[in-house]
């Protein structure tokens, strides 16, 4: 009969230790005590280091609102939703080696598709893609060279145009202009 007991001894206190790592999964990362307070060297999201440690959970995440990006053709809201990403994973102080993951389930429809495809092609021997190569694949896709260089010129044109309105520069009046028989001149 002892045998049997200790196994359910064993068994109980194996399902209640299950019980409690289940309940731990729900609370906010930081819990590490298991009383409610948070200990700062256990919480990577509250001291501002989110280069790796404690993961955040995705449902945390999603209670933000974070953007989603479908695949637009247009480059400008391509960047946009990239600098709106990384200004939300950084303010919610997401682990630098979960940014591709939780940015990957904020792309929608093409943008989905493109990444599924790409993440294959990036993915060496099952190692996590690192946000920069993620960065450089996303506006490689979705800002190509000839837009870089149509919004540079764009900004060198404006630019330009600012300059050369405020150095107060001289206009050159306009010929005169006949009126009748009375000849007026026109300064621009």
């Not at 209640?16 to 060297?41: F, I, M, R, Y």
């Not at 940014?99 to 943008?111: D, I, K, R």
């Amino acid at each position: 009969m002892a045998p049997i007991a200790n196994l359910a001894n064993t068994m109980e206190a194996n399902a209640a230790a299950s019980l409690q790592a289940v309940q731990k999964l729900g609370q906010p990362v930081g819990n590490g005590d298991g009383n409610g307070k948070e200990n700062a060297d256990d919480n990577t999201e509250g001291n501002g280091d989110n280069t790796g440690g404690a993961p955040m959970t995705l449902a945390t995440f999603f209670k933000v609102h974070p953007p989603s990006y479908r695949g637009s053709t247009n480059p400008t809201e391509a960047a946009n939703w990239f600098q709106a990403m990384e200004r939300t994973l950084q303010a919610q102080h997401v682990p630098h080696n979960q940014y591709v993951e939780f940015s990957a389930y904020q792309l929608w429809e093409e943008a989905q598709h493109w990444w599924q495809a790409d993440c294959h092609l990036l993915q060496l021997q099952n190692a996590d893609v690192p946000w920069d190569v993620f960065q450089i694949a996303f506006y490689k896709k979705y800002f190509p060279e000839s837009s870089w260089e149509a919004k540079k010129m764009e900004l060198i044109q404006a630019s330009l145009r600012n300059s050369v309105g405020s150095l107060g520069c001289v206009r050159v009046p306009r010929r005169p202009v006949r009126v009748g028989s009375v000849s007026s001149i026109k300064v621009a």
